[in-house]
């Protein structure tokens, strides 16, 4: 799963298989952070509009 | 009791009433708990699996729920990708839905692995060649991206909007939500072809063995296609259940004739795609294997040529028919009719896909090998069943799921039942 995992090879199966996996969880991690950081901001300043 | 939970301006039932509905679900559900815990404590001896049925009804269970729940990947490319903004009055519903699907399909795995505690194995000692590797793997991150999607929803909660964080949380979210909807589209294109790639790479199985793409079987594209095409399908399904028993218009026709047509025409363009894979699979790549198509129809009890036609024709053909015609599609009895059709379509394709490949004979030695599941198995897949009516009566009770609901029943109803 991860490059110190002692059964991770450094070839292209491994490169596209878990690559694209952990493109999918960054963005995932990437907006939630992005939204919660926000969320924070907005309430300290009550600078968010209503949707 | 309740009243501060519930959305402004919607009408429920009483607490007890809920109360009670709720109850009598439960029991089906603390059924199927038990069942799971026969299966966790006892072991998979308490399902009728063998060597033939490595995969059971609870892998049909998983695949069935994993194709009606498309709906949820495929609204959201609609309706955030593709600026469908029509959507907008079914996507909360969609997600929900989505949401049960996959969860109860994670916890179907986490009983047909049998020790649910090696469970994280997969993830940790991954098998890059397995197809299987990569249906967990999308698995489980699309359903942290519908749990991403349903929050915004749970936090626009009467109370939960009050606390100014989450007010502006889920406004942030909902922001972003076509970054989300975009991730869970590639998560939902791989994993939901893989599933159907597992039957197509199978060449021990002629049955289910498909030429295709470079590494990618047909099979892996007529999967991902169909979830696309039938998810909707459940989606109106499900809304057409929830409207008849709370005797409230939830959503408005133009929405659900929109969201109808487009799985019309994408039942009718999968069928076609289907047709034709059947028929090269019939005539070129079985024979070439040393199979006649009589082979896997004939000689056992169950599995005859109305299967083929079941699911094909009257489950495939008539819906995608009903749907794309303006005047079929508009009268609600044909609609409901092949929304119907549709699903059980789609959870008989399954059924084929995982069950009948296993029954067929393959050696000349062989006979065909029918398999009834136990008691366990079937309770253990109601279990998803009870669940997801009891977070669609909850989130319908305390969340604003449908946005049109206020609008569409102004004049109350004169009876009112949930």
């Known amino acids: 799963m991860f490059p110190f995992s002692f ?35 907005d309430t300290m300043n009550e600078s968010g509009e209503s949707h | 009791m309740d009243s501060a939970l519930i959305p402004e301006g919607a009408k429920r039932c009483s607490f007890p009433k809920f109360t009670i509905g709720i109850a009598i679900v439960s029991a089906v559900l603390l059924w199927g708990v038990y069942a799971m815990f026969l299966c966790w404590f006892k072991g998979l001896n308490q399902t009728n699996m063998n060597d033939y049925y490595g995969f059971a009804l609870w892998i049909w269970a998983d695949l069935a729920v ?24 079914i996507i909360n519903f969609a997600v929900i839905i989505g949401f049960i699907c996959y969860s109860s399909a994670l916890l179907i795995l986490a009983i047909d692995i049998g020790q649910p505690l090696r469970g994280w194995f997969i993830f940790w000692h991954a098998n890059i060649h397995s197809m299987l590797t990569e249906v967990a793997f999308c698995l489980s991150a699309y359903f942290a991206v519908l749990t991403i999607e349903f929050i915004p929803n749970i936090l626009e909660n009467r109370q939960a909007n009050k606390v100014p964080f989450f007010h502006h949380l889920a406004h942030n979210m909902h922001g972003v939500m076509a970054v989300f909807a975009a991730t869970g589209a590639f998560l ?20 289910a063995v498909r030429e295709g793409l470079l590494i990618w079987p047909w099979t892996f594209f007529l999967f991902t296609w169909s979830a696309a095409a039938f998810g909707p399908c459940f989606t109106l399904l499900v809304t057409k259940i929830t409207e008849t028993i709370t005797g409230k218009k939830l959503v408005s026709d133009k929405t659900v004739f929109l969201l109808a047509k487009i799985s019309g025409w994408m039942i009718s363009t999968y069928i076609i795609a289907k047709i034709i894979d059947t028929i090269y699979w019939a005539t070129v790549t079985a024979p070439s294997l040393g199979f006649s198509l009589s082979h896997f129809y004939t000689n056992n009890s169950f599995y005859g040529y109305w299967i083929l036609i079941t699911e094909i024709v009257l489950c495939g053909v008539v819906p995608g028919l009903i749907l794309i015609m303006k005047s079929t599609r508009e009268n609600p009895t044909l609609r409901l009719i092949a929304i119907i059709l549709g699903t059980i379509g789609v959870c008989l394709n399954r059924w084929v896909m995982v069950l009948q490949i296993m029954a067929v004979p393959v050696m ?46 102004s004049v109350e109803p004169a009876v009112e039942a949930e």
């Open chain 2, 66 to 89: 994993i194709a009606v729940g498309g709906g949820a990947f495929f609204t959201g490319l609609l309706k955030y990708i593709l600026k469908v903004d029509e959507l907008k009055n």
């Open chain 1, 7 to 41: 059964e991770w090879v450094w070839d292209m199966g491994h490169m596209i298989f878990f690559g694209g996996f952990w493109y999918a969880i960054s963005i995932l991690g990437a907006g939630m952070t992005f939204c919660i950081l926000k969320a924070a901001y």
């Open chain 2, 364 to 409: 000349s030695f062989d006979t065909w090998a029918l398999y009834i599941p136990s008691w366990q198995e079937i309770a253990t897949t109601v279990l998803p069943v009870a669940y997801g009516i009891i977070l669609i009566a909850i989130t319908y009770r305390y969340l604003p799921v449908f946005p049109q609901e206020k609008e569409l029943n």
């Open chain 2, 188 to 207: 939902s294109f791989f994993h939901q072809g893989s599933l159907g790639g597992v039957a197509g790479v199978m060449f021990g199985r002629p049955f």
